[in-house]
């Protein structure tokens, strides 16, 4: 009788803390993180279907911000912050988000950029600081939908710049 072996993958210690979400889009790497770098892009496809950014102040770099508001399609503002933590272009975005600086109850978020032949592979890992603001974050703010949206907006915006060969 031959030997059945299961491989099992470790769970990260923080795997009850975070959600990840990936996503293959149709266009070069440098073009997929462009689109995350410079706010005349984040603009135009970020946050969930329906919702629309008003930034005000963005600066990408290490130690930088990002202040800015998400307007849901029911009228409600929510004010939001990121302070980008660490830059490795054009292969990884690592940062800080809560809705305001000092926040107790931001999470960190790493994004990854792989080449998947012409399209890249794009990982949104987000670390909550506890299981129950995860939960909260789902439940309540469906996080999971609404990072699967975000980043189908984002395809869709990189795919027709990349389509018509814009890059502004």
Do not use: C
């Amino acid at each position: 009788m031959a030997e059945v072996r299961h491989e099992t993958r470790a769970e990260p210690a923080t795997a009850d803390r975070e959600i990840v979400i990936s996503r293959v889009i149709d266009a070069p790497r440098e073009l997929v993180f462009e689109a995350f770098t410079e706010v005349r892009h984040l603009s135009r496809w970020w946050g969930p279907e329906g919702f629309t950014t008003t930034t005000r102040s963005f600066e990408f770099r290490v130690g930088g911000e990002w202040d800015f508001v998400l307007h849901g399609p029911d009228g409600t503002d929510y004010p939001e912050w990121i302070s980008w933590t660490e830059l490795a272009p054009p292969e990884r975005i690592e940062f800080l988000h809560g809705e305001s600086r000092g926040d107790p109850n931001a999470f960190e978020s790493t994004l990854t950029f792989a080449p998947d032949g012409a399209a890249t592979r794009i990982e949104m890992r987000t670390v909550f600081p506890t299981k129950e603001l995860r939960d909260e974050a789902v439940e309540k703010y469906h996080a999971i939908e609404g990072g699967q949206q975000t980043l189908s907006n984002l395809a869709a915006y990189v795919t027709e710049i990349s389509r018509l060969g814009v890059e502004g």
